[in-house]
Nanobody
């Protein structure tokens, strides 16, 4: 089993930036698509972004396109989510997960514990 540990969350003003990291341990994740999700209070968890196991393809939910960038460094077993132009509606707990689906839209295998992102207006 893979252990995923997210970090980099915090409190930021609207328009600011944060970079989230997710470090994997236990076994290699190089053959998995890596994904980020978020869950706001009172809402269901939603897909945010994915990067394929080749690193050649990325996918985003519409609300973050052009503002968020997902990337991976398999040498460090780490996936990143660079978030810019943050909005109050981006406030949520952010989770990373491994996926067996190339686009990262389903077939999740491992989940991290989450990191809180709060965007003040």
């Amino acid at each position: 089993q893979v252990q995923l540990v997210e970090s980099g969350g915090g409190l930021v003003q609207a328009g600011g930036s944060l970079r989230l990291s997710c470090v994997a341990s236990g076994r290699s994740v190089s053959t998995y698509t890596m994904t980020w999700h978020r869950q706001a209070p009172g809402k269901e968890r939603e897909f945010v972004a994915a990067v394929s196991w080749s690193g050649g393809s990325t996918y985003y939910t519409d609300s973050v396109k052009g503002r968020f960038t997902i990337s991976r460094d398999d040498a460090k077993s780490t996936v990143y989510l660079q978030m810019s132009s943050l909005k109050p509606e981006d406030t949520a707990v952010y989770y990373c997960a491994t996926s067996r689906d190339y686009s990262g839209r389903n077939y999740y295998v491992d989940w991290g514990q989450g990191t809180q992102v709060t965007v003040s207006s």
